[in-house]
């Protein structure tokens, strides 16, 4: 199943719209934890290449500290 930006967008906003600044890190934090705790757990190695780079680069541009 393919999801539009324009969806993802507007879910972004909502979350936005719902939360404080504080909210919203601790929540992109979860997001991302569940994303590298599903990438860690798979057996291929080609995600951990790609996935955990790209989710550090996330992590620093938004400010969202890895709460673990």
């Known amino acids: ?11 972004v906003e909502d979350i936005k719209k719902a939360t404080d600044d504080q909210q919203e890190k601790v929540l992109w934090d979860k997001a991302l934890d569940l994303v590298e ?25 938004f400010n969202i500290p890895d709460n673990d």
């Open 1 to 11: 199943m393919k999801v539009p930006v324009e969806k993802i967008n507007a879910l």
């Open 37 to 61: 705790t599903i990438v860690a757990a798979t057996p291929t190695k080609i995600d951990d290449i790609i996935v955990v780079p790209l989710i550090k680069i996330i992590r620093s541009r």
